[in-house]
């Protein structure tokens, strides 16, 4: 998190270019669709429910798009608030999940850091000052210092697995572990808990000090630069599929940056289609700054702004159906489910996909039912009935993570359940 970076001017053609770079990307991994209104706003605060590491890229052209930057060139630009590890040398080696040995070893030397701020990007402590990456750690200890006196034994443990699968010489020293080949484990965080020991206690103050300098900085940058700033409250992407909690410290941002409003913005990903995931950007009402505690407001907001997709509506009556030990469900009945979960939606005033509020809806429904059916989670007695197999069913990660979205925007853990 280094100063200097963080105060350089942003370069507007390398801003586009990354716009553009994003549409292709977000375009060609998914079907997007963008609902609600957004207006280029200086000081506007957007609120960002987490859903997945797609988010910004996924976002961020819905947001160029409904400001108009390329054609309103004195428009207030957005920029972000990112996890503060980004700007550290080794993140695109270390980050990704399942990339090859041979890629982590040859991108580890790349750092994106130093041209962040040029597409307005600001470093935040990620998840938290509490926590503490293994490799920053070991960058700002001796490098001769031996690896076992810095870390736990069972993280240190994980160097030496990985130096037999690699077939290397066990790292002896702090030294010998900071090398592409353990960059993934360099990228894992520890608790205060786990990096107890006194080597560690000035650069926990180190973490903490750098980390509300980082928060001091942004807000200044909201308060006077004129842009709009995007935050993801919930500090990383949801495990589960459920919406919130918020990471505490929000109320007192929004009273010290003082945005003229906030802009609650909530993502969905449809993965119950053949082919391309869909994926859903919705944009929800202006809030106003002073109107009660930022984090309790904006999480009713993010729920209610998130949008209702098919696959959600049918994962969620599925799952209750095969909880309650059914082993089948009519069509017509799922039919029915999603009609009245579209109607209550609409009058409720939250987004829904545009395919199912008019008559697209049975031809989308059928869609989700034919991915079901690919998943092999349930199979198709005829026209009329669907059987399902709840083992599969319940154990499958994609069905269960939209059934809890579902349940969540709504604020309740229960499920509901095709009847008929």
């Known amino acids: 998190m280094a100063e200097p970076e963080s105060e350089l001017e942003p370069y507007e053609p390398l801003y586009d270019g990354v716009a553009l770079g994003m549409w292709l990307y977000s375009r060609a991994a998914f079907r997007v669709e963008t609902l609600g209104e957004l207006r280029s706003e200086p000081g506007l605060l957007l609120v960002s429910t987490h859903r997945a590491e797609s988010d910004v890229p996924l976002l961020c052209p819905s947001v ?13 630009r957005l920029c972000f608030a990112a996890r503060d590890d980004m700007f550290d040398r080794g993140f695109v080696a270390g980050f990704p999940d399942r990339l090859p040995l041979g890629a982590r070893r040859l991108l580890y030397g790349l750092r994106a850091g130093p041209y962040l701020p040029r597409v307005r990007v600001h470093p935040i402590p990620y998840p938290g000052i509490t926590w503490m990456r293994i490799g920053w750690a070991l960058e700002r200890l001796p490098a001769a210092m031996p690896l076992d006196a810095a870390l736990p034994p069972e993280v240190a443990q994980r160097f030496r697995a990985r130096a037999e699968e690699a077939r290397l010489d066990s790292p002896c020293s702090v030294g010998d572990a900071l090398t592409g080949v353990y960059a993934d484990l360099l990228w894992a965080y520890c608790s205060r808990e786990e990096l107890s ?8 103050r180190t973490r903490a000090s750098e ?66 995931s ?110 399902l197999e709840p083992d599969r069913l319940l154990a499958d990660p994609i069905v269960l993570r939209s059934a809890r979205e579902y349940a969540s925007a709504r604020g309740a853990d229960g499920g509901g359940l095709a009847s008929g």
């Open 278 to 387: 869909r994926a859903v950007v919705a944009f929800g009402a202006r809030l106003g700054p002073d109107d009660g505690p930022a984090e309790e407001r904006l999480l009713a907001a993010l729920r209610a702004t998130m949008p209702l997709t098919a696959g959600q509506v049918v994962a969620h009556e599925l799952v209750a159906a095969a909880g309650a030990g059914r082993e089948s469900v009519l069509a017509g009945a799922i039919d029915r489910a999603v009609a009245a979960a579209v109607a209550s939606a609409l009058a409720e005033g939250r987004p829904v996909e545009r395919a199912l509020r008019g008559s697209e809806r049975r031809a989308r429904l059928s869609e989700t039912l034919r991915a079901l059916i690919q998943r092999g989670v349930a199979a198709s007695r005829d026209r009329r009935s669907l059987v």
């Open 197 to 204: 020991s006194s080597v560690f206690e000035e650069l926990w």
């Open 211 to 276: 980390g509300a300098a980082a928060l001091r900085r942004l807000i200044g940058h909201a308060r006077t630069s004129g842009e709009m700033l995007l935050l993801f409250p919930e500090g990383k992407p949801s495990e589960d599929g459920s919406i919130g909690p918020l990471q505490p410290g929000l109320d007192l941002f929004v009273r010290r940056a003082r945005p003229p409003a906030l802009k609650p913005v909530a993502i969905s990903y449809d993965g119950l289609v053949p082919g391309r």
């Open 64 to 76: 160029y798009s409904r400001c108009h930057f390329l054609l309103d060139r004195r428009a207030a």
